[in-house]
Each structure stands twice: as structure tokens, then as C-alpha cells.
């Protein structure tokens, strides 16, 4: 069936350095993806997304990495802040699936170190 | 301005009662969607909504009955309440246009059943 799952629950960097949270899918057919970052009781917050004729997508020091050959997703932090503490979500999709359906990882706990 | 918003933000209740958790949104989106959030922190869609529509139930037990008055409101009463129904439901909202997939979630409403 379909899943989305991450290899790393838990991952705690120091302040300054940068993070790598990993997320693995098993639905070739899926051809979007989406990363959330959740603090403690709040909602999900869109980060960033990338479409699968990208490889690659920059944001405001993260970046978004693609491998569709290995079905491989990957989210980079720069200089990770206190504040990027949180849980990480990546999700898929099929860009013209009714109703926009997002399949969601397990979720990686990021724990910044002052 | 609050985006998505949900009401109430904690609700406490015994088994067997029925309740509603509404949902707003101003962005004028015209997909949402209500998900639920275990105590794993694993995100599941329950229902997705286009336009006051039906669009996505995710074989949801039928007591869970979404209503959507207009495209800015998507409301969810849950009836005859158990306690597996404990969980966080997290409203979101869309725009689904060919260049805009993202969703927008609210701060979420915490269940508890007793």
C-alpha cells in the first residue's frame, strides 16, 4: 500500500549547525511533496513543497531535495535556530488527485541544542 | 489575522455524547479538509470538501458526519462518542489550483473522551 515514512525519529543538532531530515515514499505514482513543521500544540506549518520534475527547491534556509530513483525526499535546515525545534512532516500527492489527498510520514522530532 | 481557525481548542466529554468542532477559514480557499492526529503524532485525512462538496471520505465511521454550510466552513459533529475517537482533529484548508497545492491547517482541537 501506500506510505511515507522517515528513517529517523528523533534528531537533535547543535545550534548553528545544519539539519538533514530524511523521508522515504513507496508510491511512484506520487508527484508532489510537501514538508510541515509542527510545534508543541499548534498545527502543521507549510514549509516548503517541490513538484517531481524538480530535483531540487530553495527556501528561506531550507532546502527541499528530491531522488525519485530511490523515492527519497530530504529537508535541509541551515544554521538550525532554537526556534526550527519541532516536529518535521513530509507528505505526498498526485498533483491531480481529486480532492488533494496528502499522505503523511511518521514524523522526525528536531531537538536544536543551544 | 488568524487563517484557519477552529472551535473549541480543547473539548472534554464522556462516552456515548455527541459534539462539534467548526472550522473557518478567510483565505478564501475552496477545499478543506478535516484530519485527525493520534497521540503517535500520525496525521490521517478524514474528509476533504471543494466548494460545499464532498469530495474525500477516508472510510471514516459514520458517526463522524462533516457539514459544510459554504466554502469558508467545514464543521465536523461526531456522534455517540468512544474513547478511540481521543485525538487531535486538525482543520485545513487549500487552494487546489494547478500552481497552489499547499495545505493550511488550523491550530487544531483536542478530544478527549472520557
Known amino acids: 500500500g501506500e506510505s511515507v515514512g522517515l528513517h529517523l525519529p528523533t534528531l537533535s543538532v547543535q545550534e548553528g549547525d545544519n539539519s538533514i531530515i530524511n523521508c522515504a515514499y513507496s508510491?511512484?505514482?506520487?508527484?508532489?511533496f510537501i514538508w510541515y513543521k509542527q510545534e508543541s500544540g499548534k498545527g502543521p506549518q507549510f514549509i516548503i513543497d517541490i513538484r517531481s520534475n524538480m530535483d531540487k527547491r530553495q527556501g528561506q534556509r531550507v532546502t527541499v531535495l528530491l531522488n525519485k530513483t530511490v523515492k527519497h525526499l530530504s529537508l535541509q535546515i541551515a544554521a538550525t535556530q532554537p526556534g526550527d525545534s519541532a516536529v518535521y512532516f513530509c507528505a505526498e500527492s498526485t498533483i491531480y488527485n481529486q480532492g488533494g489527498k496528502l499522505i503523511f510520514g511518521q514524523g522526525t522530532e528536531l531537538s536544536v541544542k543551544p | 489575522d488568524t487563517a484557519v481557525s477552529q472551535t473549541p481548542k480543547y473539548l472534554v466529554t464522556q462516552m456515548g455524547n455527541d459534539k462539534s468542532i467548526k472550522c473557518e477559514q478567510n483565505?478564501?480557499?475552496?477545499?478543506m479538509y478535516w484530519y485527525k492526529q493520534d497521540s503517535k503524532k500520525f496525521l490521517k485525512i478524514m474528509f476533504s470538501?471543494?466548494?460545499?462538496?464532498?469530495?474525500i471520505n477516508e472510510t471514516v465511521p459514520n458517526r463522524f458526519s462533516p457539514k459544510s454550510p459554504d466554502k469558508a466552513h467545514l464543521n465536523l459533529h461526531i456522534n455517540s462518542l468512544e474513547l478511540g475517537d481521543s485525538a487531535v482533529y486538525f482543520c485545513?484548508?487549500?487552494?487546489?489550483?494547478?500552481?497552489?497545492?499547499?495545505?493550511?491547517f488550523g491550530p487544531g482541537t483536542r478530544l478527549t473522551v472520557t
Open positions: 485545513a484548508s487549500s487552494p487546489q489550483t494547478p500552481g497552489r497545492l499547499e495545505q493550511y
Open positions: 470538501y471543494n466548494n460545499k462538496e464532498l469530495i
Open positions: 508510491n511512484s505514482a506520487s508527484d508532489y
Open positions: 483565505l478564501g480557499h475552496d477545499t
